[in-house]
């Protein structure tokens, strides 16, 4: 199993961009990737993911506001959060599996982050 690290959470004002970065050390070769979230009593929810040859899927929260991307040489992902809403407030998790295709949902991935705490404030 891999260990993945999430970084990059913080606390922001709505309106506000945060950028989130996630280290996936052996993750070389194919791969899918992605960034989910979890609110207070709420699932776990899919954000947005990239296989490794730059195919992303993202859901419809995410859309126009949100980016997801990689860089290779360094298996790690980032999220770039723009336009943020407190509604965007949760801990937010990097997963990733090795595939060919990514299916946005918590069960297709093998291995998580513990997280980074995003706090948007009205």
């Known amino acids: 199993q891999v260990q993945l690290v999430e970084s990059g959470g913080g606390s922001v004002q709505a309106g506000g961009s945060l950028r989130l970065s996630c280290a996936a050390p052996?993750?070389?070769?194919?791969?899918?990737m992605g960034w989910f979230r979890q609110a207070p009593g709420k699932e776990r929810e899919g954000v947005a993911a990239i296989t490794r040859d730059g195919t992303t899927v993202y859901a419809d929260a995410a859309k126009g506001r949100f980016t997801i991307s990689q860089d290779n040489a360094k298996d790690t992902l980032y999220l770039q959060m723009n336009s943020l809403k407190p509604e965007d407030t949760a801990m937010y998790y990097c997963a990733a599996r090795g595939a060919v295709t990514c299916i946005l949902t918590p069960g297709f991935f093998r291995d998580w982050g513990q997280g980074t705490q995003v706090t948007v404030s009205s």
């Open positions: 052996g993750y070389t070769y194919s791969r899918c």
